[in-house]
C-alpha cells in the first residue's frame, strides 16, 4: 500500500519512519531542500516540491497511492493539499479509494471536521489535532516525578513508562509468571522491555526484571499509577483530590489546560503579561468559574509570583508559544517551591533535556500527533494505535472481537495467543453504552463485540491482524 505524505519536518519524517518499519511504500514530499536533505536518509522515495503542486503529486504516485497525509506546519497548505489529492487521484483510473488525513491547529476548521462539514469542501478524510491528547498525557504524567511517558488508550486504560529502581527487590531476579503467582492483588501486565544495547522485546511468563530495566506497564486508572511505581522501585508523592494549579499563559492551549483542571476538579491560577489575552480568558466559557483566577502579570517576574503564592500551588504547567520561553517559565516556579512541574514541546529533542533540568513531565507534541495519523491509517482497527517512547519498535494496536476471529466465544487461555503478542486490556459496552475496562485473566471470556488492546512488536502487526481477521 503506497501512503504519501505532504510535509518533511519532524512530525512527517517520524510517521515515515514508522511506516517503513511496517513495509508500507512510503513517499514523502516537501519543497524546503533541507527538510528534503534530513529525508534522505529514510527508505522511501523523497520528492523535492510543492504537495500543492499536481504534477508533483502524480510524480509522488497519487493514483496509486491509499493514503495522503498533510502534515506541515500550515493548516492552509494542508487543507489545499488534500482537495488537490483527492482530486489527482480520483482523475486517474485508480481502482480504490483515497483516504486524506490533514493535521490542523485553527479551531476553526477543527470545528468544520466535527461538524462534518470540512469532508464535503476539502475531502479531508480525519483531521489530526494532538492538543487534546497532549493534555491529557501532560495532566496524567503530573501524578508521579518517576514516570517517564504515559499514553491513554480511552476509557481508563493507561500504559505508563518508568524505569525498574533499586528499591525493585520483590519484582526483579524473579520471572513474571513467579511475580504474577505471589501478587495477592495481582501484578500489572508488562507489556514491553528494553534493557541496554539489547533489542525491545514483549516480555513473556519466563522474562526476569532487572533494575534498569525500561518498562512499559499496563495501568486502569489514574490511582493505580503509585502501586505500579512502588513496586517496580520508586518512591511516591501522593497527589491532593483538589490540586493548585498554576497556568501560564492564557493561550488557546493554556486556556484548554485550565478547563482540564477545573474539569478534574482543580483550583487554577492562569498568569498571562499580554492585558488582552487575559481579558480573553475572563470573557471566555469558563470566564467565571469560582474555582478560577486570573491574574495580568509577567511569569519572570518573582514579585508577582510571590504575590499569588506561587510555592502554594502542587503544579506549575506552561502554555506558551516558545519551547525555550516554556522551559524558562516552569524552571522558576520550580526553584520558587512548586513540586510539580510539565510543559508541552514542539521540540522533541528538549523532551528528554528537561527531564536532566527536574522537570517533571513534559510531553512531545510531535509523537501524539505521529500516534493520531497512525490510527487513522490503520483505520480497519477499533481504536488507538500507539508506538511505545522509551522501549522502540513496540506498538499498541486496538482490535473488535468478531465473529471472524475464531476466538469470540472463547476465554484468553483457551483463545492461546502467542508471545509475541501481549494482551494488555480488555474492554466491554456496558449497558449504559459507555465501556468498562478490565485486565485479561486466563478464564475471561472474550465476547463478540470486545474490544482488546495488545502490543507487539512492529513487525509482527501483520501477524496479529490476520488472527483478527482485520
Given at each position: 500500500?503506497?501512503?504519501?505524505?505532504?510535509?518533511?519536518g519532524?512530525?512527517?519524517i517520524?510517521?515515515?519512519?514508522?511506516?517503513?518499519?511496517?513495509?508500507?511504500?512510503?513517499?514523502?514530499?516537501?519543497?524546503?531542500?533541507?527538510?528534503?536533505?534530513?529525508?534522505?536518509?529514510?527508505?522511501?522515495l523523497?520528492?523535492?516540491?510543492?504537495?500543492t503542486?499536481?504534477?508533483?503529486?502524480?510524480?509522488?504516485?497519487?493514483?496509486?497511492a491509499?493514503?495522503?497525509?498533510?502534515?506541515?506546519?500550515s493548516d492552509?497548505?494542508?487543507?489545499?493539499a488534500?482537495?488537490?489529492?483527492?482530486?489527482?487521484?480520483?482523475?486517474?483510473e485508480?481502482?480504490?479509494?483515497?483516504?486524506?488525513?490533514?493535521?490542523?491547529?485553527?479551531?476553526?476548521?477543527?470545528?468544520?471536521?466535527?461538524s462534518?462539514?470540512?469532508?464535503?469542501?476539502?475531502?479531508?478524510?480525519?483531521?489530526?489535532?494532538?492538543?487534546a491528547?497532549?493534555?491529557e498525557r501532560?495532566?496524567?504524567?503530573?501524578?508521579?516525578?518517576?514516570?517517564?511517558?504515559?499514553?491513554?488508550?480511552?476509557?481508563?486504560?493507561?500504559?505508563?513508562?518508568?524505569?525498574?529502581?533499586?528499591t525493585?527487590?520483590?519484582a526483579?531476579n524473579?520471572?513474571?509468571?513467579e511475580?504474577?503467582?505471589?501478587?495477592?492483588?495481582?501484578?500489572?501486565?508488562?507489556?514491553g522491555l528494553?534493557?541496554?544495547s539489547?533489542?525491545?522485546?514483549?516480555?513473556?511468563?519466563?522474562?526476569?526484571?532487572?533494575?534498569?530495566d525500561?518498562?512499559?506497564?499496563?495501568?486502569?486508572?489514574?490511582?493505580?499509577?503509585?502501586?505500579?511505581?512502588?513496586?517496580?522501585?520508586?518512591?511516591?508523592?501522593?497527589?491532593?483530590?483538589?490540586?493548585k494549579?498554576?497556568?501560564?499563559?492564557?493561550t488557546a492551549?493554556?486556556?484548554?489546560?485550565?478547563?482540564?483542571?477545573?474539569?478534574?476538579?482543580?483550583?487554577?491560577?492562569?498568569?498571562?503579561?499580554?492585558?488582552?489575552?487575559?481579558?480573553?480568558?475572563?470573557?471566555?466559557?469558563?470566564g467565571?468559574?469560582?474555582?478560577?483566577?486570573?491574574?495580568?502579570?509577567?511569569?519572570?517576574?518573582?514579585?508577582?509570583?510571590?504575590?499569588?503564592?506561587?510555592?502554594?500551588?502542587?503544579?506549575?504547567?506552561?502554555?506558551?508559544d516558545?519551547d525555550?520561553?516554556?522551559?524558562?517559565?516552569?524552571?522558576?516556579?520550580?526553584?520558587?517551591?512548586?513540586?510539580?512541574?510539565?510543559?508541552m514541546?514542539?521540540?522533541?529533542?528538549?523532551?528528554?533535556?528537561?527531564?536532566?533540568?527536574?522537570?517533571?513531565?513534559?510531553?512531545?507534541?510531535?509523537?501524539?500527533?505521529?500516534?493520531?495519523?497512525?490510527?487513522h491509517?490503520h483505520?480497519?482497527?477499533?481504536?488507538?494505535?500507539?508506538?511505545?517512547?522509551?522501549?522502540?519498535?513496540?506498538?499498541?494496536?486496538?482490535?473488535?472481537?468478531t465473529?471472524?476471529?475464531?476466538?469470540?466465544?472463547?476465554?484468553?487461555?483457551?483463545?492461546?495467543?502467542?508471545?509475541?503478542?501481549?494482551?494488555a486490556?480488555?474492554?466491554?459496552?456496558?449497558?449504559?453504552?459507555?465501556w468498562?475496562?478490565?485486565?485479561?485473566?486466563?478464564?475471561?471470556?472474550?465476547?463478540?463485540?470486545?474490544?482488546?488492546?495488545?502490543?507487539?512488536?512492529?513487525?509482527?502487526?501483520?501477524?496479529a491482524?490476520?488472527?483478527?481477521?482485520?
Amino acid at each position: 500500500m503506497r501512503i504519501i505524505i505532504g510535509g518533511a519536518g519532524r512530525v512527517g519524517i517520524e510517521l515515515a519512519r514508522a511506516l517503513r518499519d511496517e513495509e508500507y511504500d512510503v513517499v514523502i514530499m516537501d519543497q524546503d531542500s533541507r527538510a528534503v536533505s534530513n529525508a534522505q536518509g529514510l527508505d522511501c522515495l523523497v520528492i523535492h516540491g510543492d504537495m500543492t503542486s499536481r504534477e508533483k503529486l502524480i510524480e509522488a504516485g497519487i493514483v496509486e497511492a491509499s493514503v495522503f497525509v498533510a502534515a506541515t506546519p500550515s493548516d492552509e497548505h494542508n487543507l489545499i493539499a488534500c482537495s488537490l489529492a483527492s482530486h489527482a487521484h480520483s482523475s486517474g483510473e485508480s481502482k480504490h479509494p483515497i483516504t486524506s488525513i490533514c493535521r490542523l491547529r485553527n479551531p476553526d476548521y477543527i470545528n468544520e471536521y466535527k461538524s462534518g462539514n470540512l469532508k464535503a469542501w476539502s475531502k479531508v478524510d480525519y483531521v489530526v489535532n494532538p492538543l487534546a491528547g497532549a493534555i491529557e498525557r501532560l495532566n496524567a504524567g503530573l501524578r508521579s516525578t518517576d514516570i517517564e511517558e504515559v499514553i491513554p488508550f480511552g476509557d481508563d486504560a493507561y500504559v505508563i513508562e518508568l524505569e525498574i529502581g533499586e528499591t525493585a527487590h520483590t519484582a526483579t531476579n524473579r520471572t513474571l509468571a513467579e511475580l504474577t503467582e505471589d501478587m495477592v492483588h495481582g501484578m500489572p501486565a508488562v507489556v514491553g522491555l528494553k534493557r541496554n544495547s539489547v533489542r525491545s522485546i514483549i516480555p513473556t511468563g519466563e522474562t526476569t526484571l532487572e533494575k534498569g530495566d525500561k518498562i512499559a506497564v499496563a495501568t486502569i486508572g489514574l490511582e493505580s499509577f503509585n502501586p505500579a511505581l512502588i513496586m517496580f522501585g520508586h518512591e511516591i508523592t501522593y497527589f491532593p483530590e483538589v490540586p493548585k494549579v498554576a497556568v501560564i499563559g492564557a493561550t488557546a492551549i493554556g486556556t484548554k489546560m485550565a478547563e482540564e483542571w477545573l474539569n478534574f476538579g482543580g483550583r487554577v491560577t492562569v498568569l498571562e503579561r499580554d492585558l488582552s489575552l487575559a481579558n480573553e480568558i475572563a470573557g471566555s466559557r469558563i470566564g467565571a468559574h469560582p474555582m478560577l483566577e486570573i491574574i495580568h502579570g509577567d511569569h519572570l517576574d518573582r514579585e508577582i509570583l510571590t504575590e499569588i503564592g506561587i510555592e502554594t500551588h502542587d503544579v506549575a504547567v506552561s502554555a506558551l508559544d516558545n519551547d525555550h520561553e516554556n522551559i524558562a517559565a516552569v524552571l522558576l516556579a520550580s526553584d520558587m517551591g512548586v513540586s510539580r512541574t510539565g510543559l508541552m514541546l514542539y521540540d522533541a529533542d528538549l523532551v528528554k533535556v528537561t527531564q536532566r533540568m527536574g522537570i517533571s513531565f513534559a510531553v512531545d507534541r510531535r509523537r501524539v500527533a505521529v500516534d493520531n495519523m497512525l490510527t487513522h491509517i490503520h483505520d480497519k482497527l477499533s481504536g488507538h494505535f500507539a508506538l511505545l517512547s522509551g522501549i522502540p519498535n513496540i506498538v499498541g494496536m486496538t482490535f473488535e472481537v468478531t465473529e471472524k476471529a475464531k476466538f469470540a466465544g472463547k476465554t484468553v487461555g483457551e483463545a492461546q495467543f502467542p508471545d509475541f503478542l501481549k494482551l494488555a486490556f480488555i474492554k466491554r459496552q456496558n449497558l449504559s453504552g459507555t465501556w468498562d475496562t478490565t485486565k485479561p485473566t486466563d478464564d475471561h471470556l472474550l465476547l463478540e463485540n470486545d474490544l482488546v488492546i495488545l502490543f507487539c512488536h512492529h513487525d509482527k502487526i501483520s501477524d496479529a491482524e490476520k488472527r483478527f481477521r482485520v
